[in-house]
């Protein structure tokens, strides 16, 4: 191979003669493509397929938030009416749901049964005195015109069938004291209710009057609302409410009662709310509320359309060209599946409806019209925190 070849040098311009070379075979190409017709512009790939819908307005509830405690509508205290007798069998625990007149516990009845038999034998014996009584004194009268017993005698004879039969009153009573002591040895449900503590233990001695089951009447309950008393006359009876406890689903529930009073300390006043089927409600649980007051007509979207991001939400605008902008909204009360637009938005306008949380602002985007919304009339709202 020729020495000139070898050379560092020589190498180094036939690398940049090759290069030039190259180029101008591109320039060539493009001189040739100038010379023919102008390049068709490529159109921008869509980002996303979404669903797009327009702002609407309808008529939501007006309502007034309060918080306030779920309990028994009425907890009646099932005690013992019998002194020292021994509970000998408990038939019911927390949670049972029993009816009025259900057997809920009895006590060992050996002595209450004693002592009625001891009664009744005292009542034959009081009546056997009193017929003879009774015959004594009948015979002082049919002898009291003939002279043959004195006045003494004759009062005397009408005098124990008086005590006679005053005896036999009283050992009656005692017996009817006897029979209801020992029905007292069964401990029977008030009302319908579902039992809700348990203090009763078998074998143990109680006294009279000792509490041993609790029973919330006919398994209701209620939410007693505190309400801020400048906000009272807001409310009146019959009134729809929406209760919802943390991890709880809402509950349908209506006003009972409004109390007549304020307390001093806090100035609100107790809304005591029926829960005519309180579901997964517990008493003792703490809940909020929303009374519906009334109802206004307000700009809705689907709640799928409002992101929210950094704290703030937003709604992305769709344009001419299916590119997307990116809007700050206000938000206020939810409707079912609606929320309410305060601000940042004016009717008809077409927004993304469901895919925003992939978007960008000026993304373009293929544009699928969801079917039309069903907008629930003036339903109970929900308040949500509205945006800065």
């Not at 060209?321 to 206020?332: E, I, L, Y």
């Not at 019209?369 to 925190?385: E, G, H, Q, R, Y």
Request: proline fraction near 5%; aromatic fraction near 4%; hydrophobic fraction near 50%.
């Amino acid at each position: 191979m020729p020495a000139f070849l070898n050379s560092p040098r020589r190498v180094g311009l036939l690398a940049v003669a090759a290069m030039a070379l190259l180029a101008l075979g591109a320039a060539a190409l493009a001189v040739r493509a100038a010379d023919g017709q102008p390049a068709v512009a490529v159109a921008p790939k869509p980002a996303l397929t979404v669903t797009a819908t327009v702002a609407q307005r309808a008529d939501i509830a007006v309502g007034l938030s309060a918080s306030g405690n779920v309990a028994a509508w009425q907890e009646t205290l099932v005690g013992a009416e019998s002194n020292g007798l021994r509970l000998a069998e408990v038939r019911v625990n927390v949670g049972d749901v029993v009816k009025r007149g259900q057997v809920l516990a009895t006590f060992a009845a050996e002595l209450p049964r004693a002592d009625v038999a001891q009664a009744r034998a005292a009542i034959a014996e009081a009546e056997a005195t009193l017929a003879d009584a009774v015959a004594n004194a009948q015979r002082a009268r049919e002898l009291q015109a003939s002279g043959a017993l004195s006045a003494q005698q004759i009062n005397q004879f009408f005098t124990a069938e008086r005590t006679a039969q005053a005896r036999l009153e009283a050992l009656r009573a005692s017996a009817q004291v006897m029979q209801l002591r020992l029905a007292q040895t069964q401990v029977l449900a008030p009302d319908h209710g579902v039992i809700s503590a348990r203090n009763a233990t078998v074998g143990a001695v109680v006294p009279a009057g000792m509490e041993l089951f609790r029973l919330i009447r006919q398994g209701r309950l209620e939410w007693r609302a505190e309400v801020a008393a400048s906000e009272l006359a807001q409310l009146r009876l019959g009134q729809a409410v929406l209760v919802t406890a943390d991890g709880a689903p809402p509950v349908a529930g209506k006003v009972r009662m409004v109390a007549p009073t304020v307390d001093v300390a806090t100035r609100n006043g107790l809304v005591y709310v029926d829960l005519p089927a309180p579901g997964s409600l517990r008493a003792g649980m703490f809940a909020r509320g929303e009374f519906q007051t009334g109802s206004r007509n307000a700009l809705t979207l689907p709640q799928s359309a409002v992101l929210l991001r950094d704290g703030f939400s937003y709604v992305f605008k769709l344009g001419a060209d299916n590119k997307v902008t990116q809007a700050k909204v206000g938000v206020g009360r939810r409707v079912g599946e609606r929320i309410e637009i305060t601000a940042g938005l004016e009717p008809g306008t077409r927004v993304v409806a469901s895919g925003a949380g992939f978007l960008a602002d000026g993304d373009t985007v293929r544009v699928v019209d969801a079917p039309p919304a069903v907008i629930p009339a003036a339903a109970p709202a929900v308040k949500t925190s509205a945006s800065r």
